[in-house]
């Protein structure tokens, strides 16, 4: 009877020790860094051609409260410098360059993020379909490495018209 009360008491206490020793607080959101997003369309029929440019954000608020905060996803511009390359995809020779400007545009929807006014990035140029273009961003973010991120795309569509 004393084994069976020893095995008792040491199974209630590893027990206590197992409850007291579990954690339940879970930290689901990881520790802050910078994550860039580049989305747009090149159109061989325009001339002015819109890139936006933008920041992933996570934060401990609800992201629809945290969408509506202004600059949250906008790189400042010391932080940012973007070059559009023109090349072609056969031999990789890059034929022309172009540094992106930004600007605000103010006609955005109302929506879940923030929309008075919102930083896109745009260089003009009249973009041959036979051409690839690669998008190569130095992100310089305080407190991080400066990183380069880039994409690549071909133009689809046909030569824009002379007229006529």
Request: hydrophobic share 35%.
């Amino acid at each position: 009877m004393s084994r069976l009360r020893l095995l008792s008491f040491l199974f209630l206490l590893l027990s206590i020790v197992s409850i007291m020793g579990c954690e339940t607080d879970i930290d689901i959101i990881a520790p802050k860094r910078d994550v860039t997003v580049i989305y747009g369309l090149l159109e061989p029929n325009q001339t002015r051609h819109y890139i936006r440019i933008n920041r992933a954000f996570i934060g401990e608020e609800a992201a629809s409260i945290l969408a509506n905060e202004p600059g949250i996803t906008e790189y400042m511009d010391e932080e940012l410098t973007t070059f559009i390359y023109e090349f072609n995809p056969q031999n990789n020779n890059i034929s022309r360059t172009w540094q992106l400007q930004s600007a605000y545009i103010t006609s955005k929807e109302e929506g879940n993020f923030f929309s008075d006014s919102n930083k896109v990035y745009y260089f003009d140029a009249t973009l041959d379909v036979d051409k690839h273009y690669r998008i190569e961003c130095t992100v310089n973010v305080e407190g991080e490495e400066t990183k380069i991120v880039s994409a690549e795309s071909s133009v689809i569509g046909n030569k824009a018209s002379s007229g006529g």
